[in-house]
């Protein structure tokens, strides 16, 4: 599976952004997939996924971002509102077979908050 991620860039805080994955290669709909994110000098973090079991999300961003998949256009995105400057990162959607073992990884869009 190839992922392609986007729809980052520079957004006020407060502010919204989407940012979508488009896979290639396979379907997506037996995966599971996740976001990450890495700021800078941090490592990367969990952000949100979506297995069969369901979807989590990190405390940090719940009640403010949103994962949703659209199998159809082999896509998932991440809808995330309220931003602020501690969402600034570079994010990366990946995909996995095995509950939470991620094993494709997209390059990352970068997201950026100001204050």
């Known amino acids: 599976v190839q992922l392609q991620a986007s729809g980052g860039g520079l957004v006020q805080a407060g502010g919204s952004l989407t940012l979508s994955c488009t896979a290639s290669g396979r379907s997506i709909s037996t995966y599971g997939m996740g976001w990450f994110r890495q700021a800078p000098g941090k490592e990367r973090e969990f952000v949100a996924n979506?297995?069969?079991?369901?979807?989590t999300y990190a405390d940090s961003v719940k009640g403010r971002f949103t994962i949703s998949r659209d199998n159809g256009k082999n896509a998932v995105y991440l809808q995330m509102n309220s931003l602020k400057p501690e969402d600034t990162a570079v994010y990366y959607c990946?995909?996995?077979?095995?509950?939470?073992?991620?094993?494709?990884w997209g390059q990352g869009t970068q997201v950026t908050v100001s204050s």
């Open positions: 979506d297995w069969n079991s369901g979807r």
């Open positions: 990946a995909a996995g077979t095995v509950p939470y073992l991620y094993v494709f």
